[in-house]
C-alpha cells in the first residue's frame, strides 16, 4: 500500500485522557482511534494487525475440531435468568430495550447462546465431544477504563466452547486447548514472557488457567515458577501455600503481569440450568460437560505493543506486523516503485512511504509504526551500491542490491 | 468437512414461528439458529456463506479504493445529538448506559463516527477523495421481524463512506460505487434478478439509489423499465411522472423486491454538523460532501436463498456455496475417504458425508443444503464405471471415472 493513500497519519501526541502506553503508541501510529473510555476504532493499520492475529488463533483452533460459528450481541433477559446471571452480572453488563419493552443484555460472553444452542443438536455420545467457538465484540461495563485497548468496554474475543459427556474427555480437550494457546502466543511472538497460570476455578473446578504475559502494564499480580515456566496468581497464592502446584517450588518472586488468554471448566455450571444431556452408550441421560476457553484479539495486540516498543515507537514480531517491510524512498521514486511492484507481485506485504516530507519525518514515522523491515532507497544508497535494508530491532542498517531485497526478506 | 463431524443437522420443521421461506429453509439446512425474532447465529455452513459473501464485497470494495477499518458499536450519545439523530431515530435505536449512567446508541449506523473521525485526518484536498469501509454488526429496533434473515434487529453491514471537494468528485465516486456494485450482485448470483432502482434521495439529493432483487418475500414495490434494466421505487413513481429517469419510458409494470444495496449522496448533512472541511488549492475552507453506500450481508444471503431454491431446498450459486461440492458415500467409505482427500488436496471444498444412515436421508440432506454438485460413491455407480455426479440444479446424474472428477468440477 501507498502511504500517500492511506487516510490515517500519525501524530505528535495522544489524547491528554490517555494514559496507557499501549493506546498512546498506537493512536500516535494510526493504529486505533478512541472514540470513548475503553471504547476504540480499529484504522487501516489496527485492523491488519487484529486480522494477522485472527488468523493466527482460527487455525490453531480449527487444528483441535473448532467448528466457527457467530453468535449475536443481543441476548433476550430470559437467556440470562436461567443462569441467574441476570442478576449476578447486573453491574458488568450492558442491557437495552427492544420498541415492546422486551430487555436484552448486550453479551459480555456467551455461555448464555452456546449452551442452549448446543442442546439443539446433541442428542447422544455419537454427537461429542464437540467445540465452537467465534470472533464477536464482547461488551462489559468496565468501570476502570485506563489500560487503553488491555480493557475495552468493547472488544473482539475468540471464545471457543467444548461438550462432553465425560470429565476425562473435558480433561483431554483441555490440555490440547492449553497447547493450542501455547502456540497461538509462541505465532504472536510473546511467548517467553508468558506464563500459564494457575487461578482459581470458582466454585466448580480447582484450579482455571490463566495465560499472563509480564508487562508493567498489567493489572495482575503473578508469583512465577522459573523451573517450570508455570506461576500461580496472586489471588491463589495463600491456597497453594506459596509453593508451584506443578513441581512443588516455593514460591516468592512477584511479576506485574497481562491475562491474554483464559481456559476454564465449567464442568455443569451452565449445562445444570439449560438441562443440557445426552444418551451414553447404554442409553442413560448424561448431564453434559462444558469447558470455555477465551483470548480478547486486542487485549493481545495491545500486549504485544507493551512487550515490543522502544523509546521511538512499536516494533511488531513479523507475524502480526501490519506490513513486512516498510519501503521509504527519498526522492527515487521510479526506482523504488519498481521495487515496490516487485516486491507485492513476490506476496510481500509492503507500505511503501511514497509521501514527499523530509526523510526525518519519514524515518521517525517508520520507527513509530515499527514495520519489521525498513528499506531505504536513497541518491547515497544507490551510489553505495543498492538500496539500505535495516530491521526494526537493529541499530545499523547496511547495503544490499536490490536484486537482492525479495531474498533477503523472505 | 466430514459431516459426521459438523454439529448441527438438519430438521424436518423449522419454528412454527418462524413464517418466512428464508428463514425456514436456512433453519432446517442448519445455516442459522434463530434465538429471538430478527436475531440469528450464523451456524457453521451459515458462517462459510457470510464469509464467502464478505470477501466478494471485499475484493471490489478494495479495488474501487475503499480502506477498510472497525468501528465500534457503542456510540456516545454526543455525537448522535450533533446530528439531531438521538432524537430523530430514537424508536429505531436501541440505547444502553454506563455504571456511570453515561448514555450510548448501539450503532443502526456509522455516519456519527465515521465523519469525526475523518475530520482528524483530512486537512487538504491532498488528503481527498478517500473511502473508508467496514463489515460490522447494526442494530435496528425494527417493529416487525417477520422476513426472516431479509430483516434481523442485529446484522453485518457492509457500510462504505466516502469524501469529496466537490459535487463532481462525489458523482464519479458514486458512479464507481454502482459499477463495483453491480460487480458483486453479478458474483453474488442474482444480476439478472437486480435492478438499480431510483428512491428518495431526502432533502439532499433528487435520487439516490437502491439495488431491488426481484422476490415475492420482498417488501417493496418496483416499477420496471425492462427497456434499460433500471427499475423505481413506489415511493416516488409519482414524483417521475411514472416515466423512467433514465429513458422516458412509461412505466406501468410491477413487482416485489428485495432491497439488497443502497448508495446515497449525503453531501453536506453530515459534514455541515460536524463542521469537516478541508482546504482547497488555493487555501480556502471548503466543507466535504460525503457519500454513503451498504450492503447487509444476511440481507444479501436470504435474498439468495429466496431467489434459488426449489421445493426440496436451497440451490446455491457456486460463489457464496458453503462448498462446492457434496460427496455422498453410500457404504463405500474407503474410496469416498480417498476421493475426499484428493479433491481437499487439489483445493475444492468438499463437504463429505460420512455418515451412518439411510442414502435417502442423505440424498434429502444435499437437496435441502443445496451445495452445487453432487458426487454419489455406490456399489452401483461404481460398476457403472465411477461415481454419479450431478449439479443441484440437474434432473439427471450422469456416471465420471473417479479421476475425472477434480477435472469435472473446475
Redesign the interface.
Known amino acids: 500500500m501507498k502511504q500517500s493513500?492511506?487516510?490515517?497519519?500519525t501524530q505528535k501526541n495522544a489524547p491528554k485522557d490517555e494514559v496507557s502506553l499501549n493506546a498512546q503508541l498506537l493512536i500516535r501510529a494510526g493504529f486505533v482511534?478512541k472514540?470513548?473510555a475503553g471504547?476504540?476504532?480499529?484504522?487501516?493499520l489496527?485492523?491488519r494487525v487484529?486480522k494477522k492475529i485472527e488468523n493466527i488463533i482460527r487455525e490453531e483452533i480449527n487444528s483441535i475440531?473448532g467448528?466457527?460459528?457467530?453468535?449475536?450481541?443481543?441476548?433476550?433477559k430470559e437467556n440470562w435468568e436461567i443462569t441467574n446471571r441476570w442478576k449476578s452480572l447486573d453491574?458488568d453488563m450492558?442491557?437495552?430495550?427492544?420498541?415492546s419493552d422486551k430487555e436484552?443484555v448486550?453479551a459480555p460472553t456467551h455461555e448464555e447462546?452456546i449452551i442452549p444452542?448446543?442442546k439443539?443438536?446433541?442428542n447422544s455420545y455419537k454427537?461429542l465431544p464437540?467445540s465452537?467457538y467465534q470472533f464477536q465484540?464482547k461488551?462489559r461495563?468496565e468501570?476502570r477504563a485506563k489500560s487503553g485497548i488491555l480493557r475495552g468496554?468493547?472488544f473482539i474475543m475468540k471464545d471457543l466452547y467444548s461438550f462432553h459427556l465425560t470429565e476425562e474427555d473435558l480433561n483431554d480437550y483441555y490440555e490440547k486447548v492449553d497447547k493450542a494457546y501455547l502456540r497461538i502466543f509462541e505465532r504472536a511472538g510473546i511467548k517467553e514472557k508468558t506464563y500459564k497460570t494457575f487461578a482459581s476455578g470458582g466454585t466448580f473446578s480447582k484450579y482455571s488457567h490463566e495465560y499472563q504475559t509480564l508487562t508493567q502494564a498489567g493489572e495482575d499480580i503473578i508469583y512465577i515458577c522459573e523451573k517450570c515456566h508455570t506461576a500461580v496468581n496472586k489471588e491463589i497464592i495463600a491456597d497453594v501455600e506459596n509453593k508451584c502446584p506443578e513441581c512443588g517450588e516455593k514460591l516468592s518472586k512477584t511479576e506485574k503481569a497481562v491475562e491474554v488468554g483464559n481456559i476454564f471448566k465449567n464442568k455443569d455450571k451452565y449445562t445444570l440450568p439449560f438441562k443440557v444431556t445426552a444418551k451414553n452408550e447404554n442409553s442413560e441421560d448424561i448431564l453434559l460437560l462444558t469447558g470455555c476457553y477465551g483470548i480478547g484479539l486486542q487485549r493481545l495486540m495491545g500486549t504485544i505493543v507493551e512487550v515490543f516498543n522502544d523509546e521511538r515507537g512499536i516494533i511488531w514480531p513479523e507475524t502480526v506486523a501490519p506490513f513486512k517491510v516498510h519501503l521509504i524512498s527519498l526522492s527515487q521514486n521510479e526506482q523504488a516503485q519498481e521495487i515496490y511492484d516487485n516486491l507485492v507481485k513476490s506476496g510481500i506485504e509492503v507500505l511503501y512511504d511514497d509521501r514527499e516530507i523530509s526523510a526525518g519525518e519519514k524515518f521517525a514515522d517508520s520507527d513509530l509504526i515499527g514495520i519489521p523491515y525498513r528499506i531505504v532507497i536513497s541518491k547515497k544508497s544507490l551510489e553505495n551500491g543498492g538500496v539500505e535494508i535495516k530491521k526494526r530491532n537493529e541499530k545499523e542498517s547496511r547495503i544490499i542490491k536490490i536484486e537482492d531485497i525479495a531474498k533477503e526478506i523472505k
Not at 467448528?67 to 433476550?76: A, G, K, R, T, V
Not at 450492558?94 to 420498541?99: A, E, G, H, R
Open positions: 493513500q492511506l487516510f490515517t497519519k482511534d472514540l470513548s471504547i476504540y476504532t480499529l484504522l487501516p489496527g485492523l487484529i475440531g467448528q466457527e460459528i457467530f453468535m449475536p450481541s443481543l441476548h433476550p453491574e450492558y442491557k437495552t430495550k427492544d420498541s436484552f448486550l447462546v444452542l448446543a439443539k443438536f446433541i454427537d464437540f465452537a465484540n461488551f461495563k468501570k468496554r468493547e
